[in-house]
């Protein structure tokens, strides 16, 4: 079992930053690559950025890359997903996950959810 804590949420203006971090507790956590998802109301939750275990490879969605930085520091158990540039449509609730196999960006690839964290984008 892999227990995930999300932290980091708010709200913010347009143009602002936020960091997410995500704190993991069970299982090695360097052991899993990990992934952010986003889910706004009513909408399916959606991909937005992956890290490999060592973090040497990461992926972004498209509406996010150049914007969003994924990281990780296996020493603290944590990843991190920094938000730069935020606009309205980032608005959702961010959950971290644990990668268990399959490509990346698939919801079903990930065995380990987080409870999430409410990130709201004002104008």
């Known amino acids: 079992q892999v227990q995930l804590v999300e932290s980091g949420g708010g709200l913010v203006q347009a143009g602002g930053s936020l960091r997410l971090s995500c704190a993991a507790s069970?299982?090695?956590?360097?052991?899993?690559?990990m992934g952010w998802f986003r889910q706004a109301p009513g909408k399916e939750r959606e991909f937005v950025a992956a890290?490999?275990?060592?973090?040497?490879?990461?992926y972004y969605a498209d509406s996010v890359k150049g914007r969003f930085t994924i990281s990780r520091d296996n020493a603290k158990d944590t990843v991190y997903l920094q938000m730069n540039s935020l606009k309205l449509e980032d608005t959702a609730v961010y959950y971290c996950?644990?990668?268990?196999?399959?490509?990346?960006?698939?919801?079903?690839?990930?065995?380990?959810w987080g409870q999430g964290t409410q990130v709201t984008v004002s104008s």
């Open positions: 069970g299982r090695t956590f360097s052991n899993y690559a």
């Open positions: 890290i490999t275990w060592s973090g040497g490879d990461t």
């Open positions: 996950a644990a990668h268990y196999s399959g490509g990346y960006r698939r919801t079903g690839s990930y065995n380990y």
